[in-house]
C-alpha cells in the first residue's frame, strides 16, 4: 500500500472517529438451544448404546472440559462447528467405531437434518490415515472458512477439496486434515514454534496468533501456505505452514508509559499488544487486549493493520476477552463480566491512570475467573463501541428467562470463546459452561447446580436470532499487506525485537486537565500520590495508592501483589478506594484462577459498596 493510500485510510479513520452515531436501538432475539450428539457421562467402551442413539452416530462426553468448543456458522448459515469428544463407542471392526475421540463436527442451525436423520455430521471421523497425516493435538477454536470448504480446527486445517462442507460429496475420502507449521528456525530438521488461539482473516490465508514464552506472551500475523512435500523442518508430511510472519512490535518504539526527563507520559497509541481476540469484520483492524487506558480496567482495542493506529473499543470497568465482529462489520459479540460485579472492587474507579498495573495486571487478569469458571456473558455492541458519555455499553443478547435453573437467563451458566455471526448477520452463535466443581461446593459458598441439559452435560449452544434485523452482504474485505509496515518481519532464526522499557525512578505525571501524580517506580513496585489531579475536568483524584509483586520461580504465572490504597475523587462521581488498615495480600496463578486474599480493597462509588470476591469463588 502507498503511503498516499495509508494517508487516506488515516484521514477516514480520524473523520469516522469524530462522527461516532448515536447508540442503537435495543434489539430483539429468539433464543433457542442447538441439538447435539447424546451426552453421556461414561467413558466405557460399548456405552453409547442404541437405546441412547438410535443411528449408532456417536455419543460425547458431558464434560466440557473435554475438547468441547464451539464455532461460527457456515457461509449459508445453516450449520455450526463444533469441537467434541465422542466417547463410549463399541469396539472396531464395529462401524460405529469411527464416532471415538476428539472429532470436529456441524451441527445444524436451521431446524433440518442431514441426510441420515442426525442433526450432526461429523467431519474427522473415517477420514482415512493418509488423509489425516500427523494431527495436531491443539483442537480448540474450530472457524468455517468463508469459501465454505474448509475448517481451521486448532492448528489443522480441514480441507473438503473443494466441497461444501455441509454436502453429501464432502465424504471422509474426499477429506484431508492438514497440519499447520510454524518455521521458527534455520535449522532443517527443527521443531516449528508454538501458536496458541489462531484466528483467521476474512481473506481465508492470513492469520494471527499469540505465543508464550520465557519472556512473556508475544503477538504474530502471517499467512497460510499450502506445503505438498515440505523438505524443511521436523514435519516432514503435507502442511500449511506460516509464512510472511510479523511479530506485532517494535525494537525501541515508545512504550505505553514513558519518561520525558523526570515527567511521566502515557503514549495514547503504543505498538504494544496484549493477547489477540481476532479481525474486525473487514480485516482492517486486529483486536487485542492491550495496555489499559484506565488503572486495572482490561479492555479490547483496535489496530489499524496499516497505519497502526488504536481506538478503545470497550471502556466499561468490568472484564472482557472474547470477541467476534460481524461480516458487515456493523457489530461486535463480546463475552464480558459486565453486570456480574466481578471485577468493580478494583476497576470501578473511572479516570485513574494505568501507573499500578505495571506490578498488578496480573491480579486484575486472573480474578475475573474463579478456577475453571467464567463469569461473561454475550454483549452486543455496534462497530463504535462502548460510549460511556452517554452510558452506552452494549446489550446484553440473553436476558430473556426467570433466572431458574436452566433458563435463557441462568446465571450459572456462562459464556465462552468464541461466538460467531452468520455471514448475513442476522443470527448468532454462542456456546456456555455450567458452573461445577471446584467452583462451586466445597470451600466455595456457591452450591454446585444441577445440569437440566440432556445427558447431564455442562456446556450448551445457544442460537440467537436477530429480529427484524434484514440480511447484509459482507462488507468487502481488507486487502491487508503480508509485510504490516508497523510491526517486525519474523523471519525463520530471528528474534523478538527488543522494546522501549521504563527505569525505575522518581517522577511526575500531570493530569491533562490539571493537578499531578507524584509517582515512584521500583523493579516490582510502584507508590503513586495524587493532587487534584484529572485528565477530563470530571473525575478528580487525591490520596495515595501503592503495590508491590513478587512472583514464585520457576512458576512466573503464581503472583503474591501486596496492595495499600487510599483515593478520593470527587467530581462527577464521589468515591473512594481503599484497603483495610492493614493493606490488602493477595495471591493468585494466572494459569489457576483461585482468588485468595488477607485484608480488603473496596471501591466505593456515590454511596455503593464493590466488594472482593470471597476467597475460592
Not at 506460516?242 to 505505553?256: D, E, G, R, Y
Not at 454483549?379 to 460511556?388: A, C, E, K, P, Y
Amino acid at each position: 500500500m502507498s503511503f498516499k493510500r495509508a494517508l487516506t485510510v488515516l484521514y477516514a479513520a480520524t473523520v469516522a472517529a469524530a462522527t461516532v452515531p448515536d447508540p442503537p436501538r435495543p434489539e430483539f432475539f429468539e433464543i433457542t438451544q442447538l441439538t447435539l450428539p447424546p451426552a453421556i457421562n461414561t467413558t466405557e467402551v460399548g456405552s453409547c448404546t442404541a437405546s441412547i442413539n438410535p443411528r449408532r452416530t456417536g455419543c460425547i462426553y458431558y464434560q466440557e472440559n473435554y475438547d468441547f468448543q464451539s464455532g461460527d456458522f457456515t457461509p449459508d448459515g445453516r450449520h455450526v462447528v463444533v469441537s467434541v469428544n465422542f466417547t463410549g463407542a463399541p469396539a472396531a471392526p464395529d462401524p460405529a467405531s469411527i464416532y471415538t475421540g476428539a472429532q470436529v463436527i456441524l451441527i445444524t442451525a436451521d431446524g433440518t437434518n442431514f441426510p441420515n436423520g442426525d442433526a450432526w455430521k461429523c467431519m474427522s471421523c473415517s477420514v482415512p490415515a493418509a488423509n489425516k497425516q500427523s494431527l495436531d493435538p491443539v483442537i480448540d477454536y474450530p472457524h468455517v472458512f468463508r469459501g465454505g470448504t474448509k475448517i481451521l480446527w486448532g492448528h489443522n486445517i480441514l480441507d473438503c477439496n473443494g466441497q461444501l462442507l455441509a454436502a453429501s460429496s464432502c465424504t471422509p475420502e474426499r477429506t484431508n486434515i492438514y497440519p499447520i507449521f510454524w518455521p521458527v528456525s534455520t535449522n532443517a530438521t527443527a521443531a516449528g514454534g508454538a501458536p496458541r488461539e489462531m484466528r483467521l482473516h476474512p481473506d481465508d490465508t492470513h492469520i494471527l496468533w499469540s505465543s508464550l514464552s520465557s519472556n512473556g506472551q508475544s503477538t504474530y500475523t502471517g499467512k497460510l501456505q499450502f506445503n505438498a512435500k515440505p523438505t524443511h523442518g521436523s514435519l516432514r508430511v503435507p502442511r500449511y505452514d506460516l509464512v510472511n510472519v510479523n511479530v506485532l512490535a517494535k525494537a525501541n518504539s515508545t512504550p505505553a508509559i514513558y519518561a520525558d526527563g523526570n515527567e511521566l507520559k502515557i503514549n495514547p497509541n503504543p505498538i504494544t499488544l496484549g493477547e489477540l481476540r481476532g479481525w474486525s469484520g473487514t480485516g482492517d483492524e486486529i483486536l487485542h487486549l492491550g495496555t489499559n487506558v484506565e488503572a486495572n480496567n482490561v479492555d479490547l482495542y483496535g489496530i489499524h493493520v496499516v497505519t497502526g493506529v488504536r481506538r478503545r473499543i470497550t471502556s466499561h470497568p468490568e472484564y472482557v476477552d472474547p470477541v467476534v465482529s460481524s461480516a458487515d462489520n456493523q457489530n461486535f459479540l463480546i463475552m464480558d463480566t459486565r453486570g456480574s460485579d466481578r471485577q468493580m472492587w478494583m476497576a470501578g474507579m473511572r479516570g485513574i491512570p494505568p501507573i499500578i498495573d505495571a506490578v498488578v495486571t496480573l491480579l486484575a487478569v486472573s480474578t475475573r475467573n474463579n478456577g475453571p469458571r467464567r463469569f461473561f456473558q454475550p454483549i452486543l455492541l455496534d462497530h463504535f463501541g462502548d460510549r460511556s458519555e452517554v452510558n452506552y455499553y452494549g446489550q446484553r443478547i440473553n436476558t430473556a428467562g426467570n433466572l431458574e435453573s436452566g433458563s435463557i437467563n441462568d446465571p450459572n451458566w456462562n459464556g465462552r470463546a468464541d461466538a460467531g455471526f452468520s455471514l448475513d448477520s442476522t443470527k448468532i452463535v454462542y456456546w456456555q459452561a455450567l458452573v461445577t466443581s471446584p467452583s462451586c461446593g466445597g470451600v466455595n459458598p456457591l452450591p454446585c447446580p444441577v445440569s437440566t441439559a440432556q445427558g447431564g452435560a455442562n456446556y450448551r449452544v445457544m442460537l440467537a436470532k436477530r429480529i427484524g434485523r434484514a440480511p447484509t452482504k459482507p462488507a468487502p474485505v481488507f486487502q491487508i499487506p503480508d509485510i504490516i509496515p508497523w510491526a517486525t518481519p519474523f523471519p525463520p532464526g530471528a528474534t523478538l525485537p527488543i522494546e522501549g522499557t521504563l527505569e525505575p525512578g522518581h517522577y511526575t505525571l500531570y493530569g491533562k486537565a490539571h493537578g499531578s501524580a507524584d509517582v515512584t517506580l521500583g523493579s516490582s513496585s510502584v507508590a503513586i500520590r495524587y493532587s487534584n489531579f484529572s485528565d477530563d475536568y470530571r473525575h478528580i483524584l487525591d490520596g495515595y495508592e501503592n503495590a508491590t509483586s513478587s512472583v514464585k520461580p520457576p512458576n512466573y504465572f503464581l503472583v503474591h501483589i501486596d496492595w495499600f490504597s487510599d483515593i478520593i475523587q470527587t467530581g462527577e462521581v464521589f468515591g473512594t478506594k481503599k484497603t483495610s488498615p492493614g493493606g490488602f495480600h493477595a495471591e493468585i496463578d494466572a494459569m489457576l484462577n483461585i482468588f485468595s486474599a488477607n485484608g480488603s480493597l473496596t471501591t466505593t462509588l456515590d454511596g455503593v459498596e464493590h466488594l472482593q470476591p470471597l476467597n475460592y469463588s
